[in-house]
């Protein structure tokens, strides 16, 4: 696996899985066109483009270039990466058919087109070894797994102003990607 800094924004679950399998990074969905609509969702990929950066990674069709072209318009900085699937015709497996263009999305291309288009925008893997927090850290903390825990995550999340009904699994990958394990233990105190 290829350790990344930067979060990978993709489309859509099954990207996310396959993305998963490759690299050592946190990884976004968009919900598809869902982010035209999700303002909390928008506003913190833009506080993660500033902290870390963001890899925008989205299928080579018409609906990957508008979502593209979204991001394009509403971040900005030096911190955002666009990685570039090819056009490749195909179908991915799952589906009983091909797309409406023909292409093979984030999904069905092989593993190495993924690492090369990632790769090739300008990020570097990463030798960051710093500690993250755990799922037995957020239960330890009370954040999961425990009587209240739902409502002190949705306390906390509404402190760092990150969606409300944010599940404790999103909250630890949130939590992570924004803040050092120290941080998050003060806030959560």
């Known amino acids: 696996m290829i350790k990344l800094d930067q979060v990978i924004i993709v489309e859509g679950k099954y990207d996310k899985i396959k993305v998963g399998q490759i690299f050592d990074a946190e990884i976004i969905t968009t919900d598809g066109f869902g982010i035209f609509k999700n303002e909390k969702k928008l506003e913190y990929i833009r506080r993660i483009a500033e902290k870390r950066g963001v890899i925008i ?27 570039y699937i090819p056009q490749l015709e ?34 570097k893997a990463s030798e960051d070894t710093g500690e993250k927090l755990t ?31 944010i599940s404790a699994n999103s909250l630890l990958d949130a939590l992570n990607i924004l803040y050092s394990r120290d941080e998050i233990e003060k806030l959560v105190k």
């Open 57 to 83: 990674l989205t299928d080579p069709d018409g609906a990957g270039l508008v979502i593209r072209n979204h991001f394009k318009s509403v971040l900005n900085g030096e911190n955002v990466y666009y990685a």
């Open 135 to 165: 799922k037995t850290d957020m239960f330890e903390l009370g954040l999961s797994g425990g009587q209240g825990s739902a409502d002190k995550r949705k306390r906390l999340a509404k402190k760092l102003d990150l969606p409300d009904n």
């Open 90 to 123: 195909g179908k991915e497996r799952r589906k009983t058919r091909p797309g409406k263009e023909g292409l093979l999305g984030v999904e069905g291309v092989k593993d190495d087109v993924i690492i090369n288009a990632v790769m090739s925008c300008g990020v």
